[in-house]
């Protein structure tokens, strides 16, 4: 008689079901799917890493130069109170009559006052202070001032013929405009007149 659980060997392979297939396939979809949502979730966040990094550049460098400009400009106040007195020592010289300066003691004075202007000049130009000399210059309407206008015909219209009061920039910010006369427009051409006496944007208002 036949026995079929003679021909029954459990160590042999098993025939695999049909839907084993379909199930693996399945898996590994799902499996891809979170992958590809790590990774999108990795990329956001390397992307907001970098942005946040940036900004944090950012910030630092906009810190550095308000602390440099503080530091800078810290003196602005100052140097206006200074300016006067700069203004003074030039009237004090311009006004001595040639025909006094030859006396020894006027002489003397003359050196004093000149070497105190040098020492204040020195000053100045060490912490940032430029002064606005524009004598035979080009109009600017950012750094300088109109005081009056005059035809010359020898002279380009917009030149400065004189200056009434020099100017001044603390590391390139204007403080005080120079305040000048130049030559008008007659209205035969060569330029425009240089019209508003505004000193123009550049001026530092802050203390």
Not at 112 to 130: D, H, P, S, V, W
Request: glycine residues 8%; charged residues 35%; negative net charge.
């Amino acid at each position: 008689m036949y026995d079929a659980k003679k021909d029954h060997d459990p160590l042999a392979p098993q025939p695999a079901p049909e839907n084993a297939g379909m199930a693996d396939d399945a898996e590994y979809e799902a499996l891809q799917h979170k992958v590809e949502a790590l990774q999108g979730e990795l990329d956001a966040t390397k992307d907001k890493m970098l942005r946040a990094v940036a900004d944090a550049e950012n910030t630092k460098r906009r810190a550095l130069k308000e602390r440099d400009d503080a530091s800078k400009f810290a003196v602005s106040g100052f140097s206006r109170e200074m300016l006067p007195v700069a203004d003074n020592l030039r009237r004090a010289l311009d006004a001595i009559p040639d025909d006094v300066k030859s006396d020894e003691r006027i002489a003397n004075l003359i050196d004093g006052i000149e070497a105190t202007e040098r020492e204040l000049m020195r000053a100045f130009e060490k912490n940032g202070l430029q002064k606005l000399d524009p004598l035979d210059q080009k109009f600017d309407p950012n750094f300088h001032e109109v005081m009056f206008e005059t035809p010359m015909p020898d002279k380009a219209p917009g030149t400065v013929i004189q200056v009434m009061e020099t100017g001044y920039t603390l590391h390139g910010r204007l403080i005080r405009p120079a305040r000048v006369g130049v030559v008008k427009d007659d209205g035969q051409g060569g330029g425009a007149a240089p019209g508003s006496s505004d000193p123009g944007h550049n001026l530092d208002t802050e203390a």
